[in-house]
C-alpha cells in the first residue's frame, strides 16, 4: 500500500499544474495513443463491472496473466469485496457504474509497454432493499496504469491508486448493523443555515473529478492542489467552510502569494485543533459507527441523522485526525452525504471506505448569519 502511494504521489506533484492550479493544453493524442486510451477505457469499465457483478473470470480478464499483475488482481478484489460488504451492512445494492477517463500522460515504454497517468471518474448508483428510489455518488481517482500487449490485446499489468473504497488502510471491514443501529424511515429535514448551503455549494463546484462535480472536474485554480503533498482533503474543506462565510485568522489561513496554506488550513490534526479552540465549530458527536448511529436521548435517531449542511466530519485513525469531509446533502433515509478531495468524491455516503475501528467527530459549523436588510426610510421615498 505504501510503495503504491509513493509512486503515485510522486507522479501527482509532477502535474499539479494540470490537475488544480491550471488547466493544461494538452496536445491531441496521436493514433497510437487514441488506441491505448480506447484499450484502458474498455478494461477499466469491464473491471468495475465485474467488481459489482462479482464476475471473477470477468475481472481476472482485466489483468496479464501471471505473476506480475497479482498485486493489481488483489487490490481489485478487495475492492469487490469491501463494497459488497459494505452494501449488505447498510441494507442496499449498488446497480451500476458508468466510467470516463482523461489521460494527461501516456508514455510508451515500448511498443508494447505502455505507461498511462489516467484521471477515471466513476458513477455510482444504489438503492435499498425493497425501494426502488436510485440514488447517485461519484468517485474521481488518479491512477499510474501499467498497460501491457500480449497476443494482440492489451492487458492493466499494474495499477497504483489510493483506494476511494480503502480510505482506511487498517482493517477494511465496514462496521455491521449488530455494531450499529440504523434508523429507518423518512429522512428528517435538514435544510441548515445560509452559510452551511454555501459552503456545501462550492464542494459542489469544485470536488473535483468525480461526476457530479462542476468547474469542468477541476479543482479551484487560485489554491494549491496538496494531491502530491500528503493529500488535499482538509485544503479542499477549509475553501469550503471559508466560501460559507468563515473568515480567515492567523492561524488559519491561506497565502496566495505563496500558494501555501497555514497548519490548520491544509492539515486535518491542524484543523481538528483549530475548530476545538476557536468556538467556529462545536463537536456534538463522536466515536465508532455504532456510537454515532445509535439512537440516543440526545440524539433519537442517532446523530449521524442530526448532520447538517455545511457540517464537517472529521476521520480518526489510532487516534490521529487523517481526513475531512464536508456534509453537502442526504438520501432518501437521512444518510450524509459528503464531497471530499484525494480522492475526490461528489454525495458519497459518509462512511463509505472506513471500517469498523474508525472513529468520527461530528462538528456542527457556526457559520456567520448574513446581516439583515437595512428597514425602509421613513423619510419617503
Given at each position: 500500500m505504501?510503495?503504491?502511494?509513493?509512486?503515485?504521489?510522486a507522479?501527482?506533484?509532477?502535474?499539479?499544474?494540470?490537475l488544480?492550479r491550471a488547466?493544461a493544453?494538452?496536445?491531441p493524442l496521436?493514433?497510437?495513443?487514441?488506441?491505448?486510451?480506447?484499450?484502458?477505457?474498455?478494461?477499466?469499465?469491464?473491471?468495475?463491472?465485474?467488481?459489482?457483478?462479482?464476475?471473477?473470470?470477468r475481472l481476472?480478464?482485466?489483468?496479464?496473466?501471471g505473476?506480475?499483475?497479482?498485486?493489481?488482481?488483489?487490490?481489485?478484489?478487495?475492492?469487490?469485496?469491501?463494497l459488497?460488504?459494505?452494501?449488505?451492512?447498510?441494507?442496499?445494492?449498488?446497480?451500476?457504474?458508468?466510467?470516463?477517463?482523461?489521460?494527461?500522460?501516456?508514455?510508451?515504454?515500448?511498443?508494447d509497454?505502455?505507461?498511462?497517468f489516467?484521471?477515471?471518474?466513476?458513477?455510482?448508483t444504489?438503492?435499498?432493499?425493497g425501494?426502488?428510489?436510485?440514488?447517485?455518488?461519484?468517485?474521481?481517482?488518479?491512477?499510474?496504469?501499467?498497460l501491457?500487449?500480449?497476443?494482440g490485446?492489451?492487458?492493466?499489468q499494474a495499477d497504483?491508486f489510493?483506494?476511494?473504497l480503502d480510505?482506511?488502510?487498517?482493517?477494511?471491514?465496514?462496521?455491521?448493523p449488530?455494531?450499529?443501529?440504523?434508523?429507518?424511515?423518512?429522512?428528517?429535514?435538514?435544510?441548515?443555515?445560509?452559510?452551511?448551503?454555501?459552503?456545501?455549494?462550492?464542494?459542489?463546484?469544485?470536488?473535483?473529478a468525480?461526476p457530479?462535480?462542476g468547474?469542468?472536474?477541476?479543482?479551484?485554480s487560485?489554491?494549491?492542489?496538496?494531491?502530491?503533498?500528503?493529500?488535499?482533503?482538509?485544503?479542499?474543506?477549509?475553501?469550503?467552510?471559508?466560501?460559507g462565510?468563515?473568515?480567515?485568522s492567523?492561524?488559519?489561513n491561506?497565502?496566495?502569494?505563496r500558494?501555501?496554506?497555514?497548519?490548520?488550513?491544509?492539515n486535518?490534526?491542524?484543523?481538528?485543533?483549530?475548530?476545538?479552540?476557536s468556538?467556529r465549530?462545536?463537536?456534538?458527536?463522536?466515536?465508532?459507527?455504532?456510537?454515532v448511529?445509535?439512537?440516543?436521548?440526545?440524539h433519537?435517531?442517532?446523530?449521524?441523522?442530526?448532520?447538517?449542511?455545511g457540517?464537517?466530519?472529521?476521520?480518526?485513525?489510532?487516534?490521529?485526525?487523517?481526513?475531512?469531509?464536508?456534509v453537502?446533502?442526504?438520501?432518501?433515509?437521512?444518510?450524509?452525504?459528503?464531497?471530499?478531495?484525494?480522492?475526490?468524491?461528489?454525495?458519497?455516503p459518509?462512511?463509505?471506505?472506513?471500517?469498523?475501528?474508525?472513529?468520527y467527530l461530528?462538528?456542527?459549523?457556526?457559520?456567520?448569519?448574513?446581516?439583515?436588510?437595512?428597514?425602509p426610510?421613513?423619510?419617503?421615498?
Amino acid at each position: 500500500m505504501m510503495q503504491r502511494i509513493l509512486v503515485l504521489a510522486a507522479l501527482v506533484a509532477g502535474l499539479a499544474a494540470p490537475l488544480g492550479r491550471a488547466q493544461a493544453a494538452f496536445s491531441p493524442l496521436t493514433p497510437e495513443e487514441r488506441a491505448v486510451k480506447s484499450a484502458l477505457s474498455s478494461l477499466v469499465r469491464q473491471e468495475d463491472q465485474a467488481i459489482l457483478s462479482g464476475e471473477q473470470k470477468r475481472l481476472q480478464d482485466v489483468f496479464l496473466p501471471g505473476k506480475t499483475s497479482r498485486e493489481a488482481l488483489g487490490e481489485a478484489k478487495e475492492r469487490r469485496r469491501f463494497l459488497r460488504a459494505w452494501a449488505a451492512a447498510r441494507g442496499l445494492e449498488v446497480t451500476s457504474v458508468e466510467v470516463s477517463l482523461r489521460t494527461p500522460h501516456i508514455t510508451f515504454r515500448t511498443r508494447d509497454r505502455v505507461q498511462v497517468f489516467a484521471v477515471v471518474s466513476e458513477a455510482y448508483t444504489y438503492r435499498y432493499a425493497g425501494e426502488t428510489v436510485e440514488h447517485g455518488f461519484g468517485l474521481g481517482v488518479r491512477h499510474d496504469y501499467f498497460l501491457r500487449r500480449e497476443g494482440g490485446r492489451w492487458y492493466i499489468q499494474a495499477d497504483y491508486f489510493t483506494d476511494p473504497l480503502d480510505q482506511d488502510t487498517r482493517i477494511p471491514q465496514p462496521a455491521t448493523p449488530e455494531s450499529g443501529v440504523a434508523v429507518r424511515g423518512p429522512a428528517p429535514t435538514k435544510v441548515g443555515d445560509a452559510g452551511g448551503r454555501d459552503a456545501a455549494a462550492y464542494a459542489d463546484r469544485y470536488c473535483g473529478a468525480a461526476p457530479g462535480c462542476g468547474n469542468g472536474g477541476l479543482y479551484n485554480s487560485h489554491y494549491n492542489n496538496y494531491n502530491g503533498e500528503g493529500g488535499d482533503c482538509t485544503n479542499f474543506v477549509s475553501q469550503a467552510l471559508k466560501a460559507g462565510g468563515l473568515r480567515e485568522s492567523p492561524s488559519w489561513n491561506y497565502d496566495e502569494r505563496r500558494g501555501e496554506g497555514s497548519r490548520a488550513w491544509s492539515n486535518a490534526e491542524g484543523l481538528r485543533d483549530y475548530l476545538d479552540g476557536s468556538g467556529r465549530a462545536d463537536i456534538f458527536a463522536g466515536g465508532r459507527y455504532a456510537d454515532v448511529t445509535r439512537p440516543t436521548l440526545r440524539h433519537p435517531q442517532g446523530a449521524a441523522r442530526d448532520l447538517q449542511l455545511g457540517d464537517l466530519i472529521t476521520y480518526i485513525e489510532r487516534g490521529t485526525a487523517v481526513h475531512s469531509g464536508l456534509v453537502v446533502g442526504f438520501d432518501e433515509r437521512g444518510v450524509p452525504l459528503v464531497d471530499t478531495h484525494t480522492s475526490d468524491r461528489y454525495h458519497v455516503p459518509w462512511d463509505l471506505g472506513w471500517d469498523r475501528t474508525t472513529r468520527y467527530l461530528f462538528w456542527h459549523v457556526h457559520y456567520p448569519q448574513p446581516r439583515p436588510a437595512p428597514a425602509p426610510s421613513a423619510h419617503g421615498r
